[in-house]
């Protein structure tokens, strides 16, 4: 049996559970409180060195780590990758794009207000990281414009990679009403087969 250690509210563990979930593969949950060190721990450090959640896994106790890798392992070979080698390079430059420049600010200033972690520090960061979150979310809507979704004109991981963080970004304070096609985007990614919400059991 998969199994995928996770966080119920990270976005990084959503996407994988969406993935699964869309792909028709059952498997089992272990929470981990990651505000309190849970991932920290000699045996979760044994899963993944770096300490983080999400990890999948495998039947054969093989544990995966990074939301990206474990993304494109679940997918290769589904509808949710396309064949072609341009294509799949796209969908890594939108995962990288994600990584580098969505995630480190969307979701960690979604973080800290939800979780009530800001401190005198996080203060100080908060004006640029909320300015490069928005730059991000400018390159999402200038490129969805003339697309339904990210790649090839079809629902692939890179949608899922991006969905995660943004479509509860209003939770970091993200105000979307200026990103129409954004918005129109992240109605059509729910309205995928197999949808699940980011707090589904
Ligand atoms: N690049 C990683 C980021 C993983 C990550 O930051 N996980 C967070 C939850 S969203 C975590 O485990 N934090 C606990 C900690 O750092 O101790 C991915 O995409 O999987």
Redo the contacts with the bound molecule.
Sequence with gaps: MTTLH??A?????Y?VRLALAQLGRSFTRIE?D??H????TPGFLSKNP?????VLELDDDTHL??????LWYLADGTDLLPNDRLERAQVLQWMFFE?YSH?PYI?VVR?WLKHHLLDAARTAQLAERQAKGHAALAVMETHLAIRPFFVASRYSIADIALYAYTHVAHEGGFDLSPYPHIIAWLERVRMQPRHVAIDAP
């Excluded at 060190?37 to 920290?40: E, L, N």
């Excluded at 780590?65 to 474990?70: D, K, R, T, Y």
């Design positions: 996770g966080n509210d990270s976005g990084n563990c996407k981990y990651t505000d060190g849970a991932t920290r770096n300490g983080r959640v999400p780590a990074e939301s990206g890798a474990i990584q995630e979701a973080h």
